[in-house]
Structure formats: C-alpha cells, structure tokens
C-alpha cells in the first residue's frame, strides 16, 4: 500500500482506527488530518449513539510516538430528567492524548510499557485504536440531568401525566379515589347543617310568631 493510499484509506469499516505505521517513520512534527463522518461505535453501557461521530482527527509525530488531538460530536440516546420522555442529547468531545508505540517502529521489537502503564498505545501493528477513548470520552460527557427543552414543566404530581402535553386542569372528577370518598360526605354534612336552623325557626313560627311576621322580629327576640 502506497502512502497516498494510507492517507487516503476510509475509516469504515473500522471507525477511529487509523494505521500510523507511515507517519512513526516520519520526522516529530510530521501530521495526518481526518475528517469524520458518519462513523459509529459502541459506548460504555448503557449508553446508546442516536446518531453517529463526526469532526476531526489530528495526529501528531512527536518524539516518542504521537501526540492525539480530536473534536468530536455525536448524539446519545437518553431521557428528558423532568418529563422522562425519550431525547437525543448532543454531545461533544475534546481528546488530547499521547499514544506510544508498542513495538519499535523499525526493529519491531516490544517496547517496555512499564514507565507508563497507563499510556494509550498502538497495537503490533501500527493502528491507533481510538475508539475506547471517544466512547469513554463521550460518556463522561453526558449531561447529569438532561432536559428535553430548557423550561420542561415535568410530570403532574397528581396524575403523573406530561404536564405540557396539553391542558391539564384537575377537577373535583379527577381527585384521588380516596379524597372523593371523603367528598362524599360532604353534601349530607352540608344538608344536615341547613336542616338544623329550618327546624328551629319552625317550631319558633308555630308557637311564638304569627304567619307573615317578618324575619326581624324574630332576630330581635332572639337577642334579648
Ligand atoms: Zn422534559
Ligand atoms: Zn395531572
């Protein structure tokens, strides 16, 4: 494969690995650009892509192996945190890391990775495997309490229904099935208290007022 052809080689089918093995036999200071489009990867469970990366990839040669440099941007499956309702949450990332080789570029012999086990490195064969490091890049990414609009309103605390889903007015019809038990009681308290006086005032106009007096000469009685 010629170099033109190594720079030129599509990033499908597998997305964010790149063959360096050209690029470490070039001088520090040395760089290849990638543009992304479309590519897909999986994500640290649970997390989901809703739709696929794209932005860029800058390598480096330094010194000692290549220095990694990417902006990057995709959508994740998630959940509005109010409303619950399904979302697409964008999401975009920044890498900036050092990969090292694991085998010497032109000797092919084992590098030792004790100095710095955590290094990111390059396979045996000269790949730059970037996807690990976009997928956990992105799930850290991910928002803590992700809103399907800025001002979602939520759930009703009474029903548990979209509140923005439409009106959303909670009559007595609508009460929890346990207050309109109690409701129930209401009108027979209500008649009982309008039962009393009318009671009263009858037994008073059978024996005290005579029919057709008025209302205030009863009220007058009463007070003294
Ligand atoms: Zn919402
Ligand atoms: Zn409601």
Do not use: W
């Not at 010629?2 to 200071?29: F, I, K, M």
């Not at 998630?78 to 890498?95: A, F, K, Q």
């Not at 092919?108 to 490195?121: F, I, S, V």
């Amino acid at each position: 494969m010629s170099a033109e052809a190594r720079r030129s080689r599509p990033v499908d089918p597998a997305p964010l690995t790149y063959n360096v093995a050209q690029l470490l036999t070039e001088l520090p200071g040395a760089s290849r650009h990638y543009t992304l489009a479309g590519a897909t990867i999986p994500l640290p469970e649970p997390l989901r892509l809703a739709d696929p990366i794209e932005g860029r990839v800058d390598l480096g040669r330094t010194n000692r192996g290549l220095i990694v440099r990417g902006e990057l941007a995709a959508s994740i499956e998630g959940e509005c945190s109010r409303c619950l309702r399904p979302i697409e949450i964008p999401v975009t990332v920044r890498i900036e890391e050092e990969a090292l080789p694991s085998i010497h570029p032109e000797s092919g012999l084992p590098l030792a990775a004790g100095t710095e086990p955590d290094a990111l490195r390059l396979t045996d064969h000269h790949e730059l495997e970037l996807g690990p490091v976009v997928g956990e890049a992105i799930s850290l990414a991910e928002p803590i309490a992700p809103l399907c609009q800025p001002d979602c309103p939520g759930l009703c605390p009474i029903c548990g229904e979209r509140l923005d889903a439409g009106p959303h007015d909670h009559g007595d019809d609508d009460i929890d099935p346990r207050l309109a038990a109690l409701r129930a009681f209401r009108p027979a308290d209500e008649a009982g208290d309008e039962d009393e006086p009318d009671a009263e005032s009858d037994g008073q106009a059978a024996v005290e007022a005579a029919p057709g007096a008025p209302v205030e000469v009863d009220a007058d009685r009463q007070t003294r």
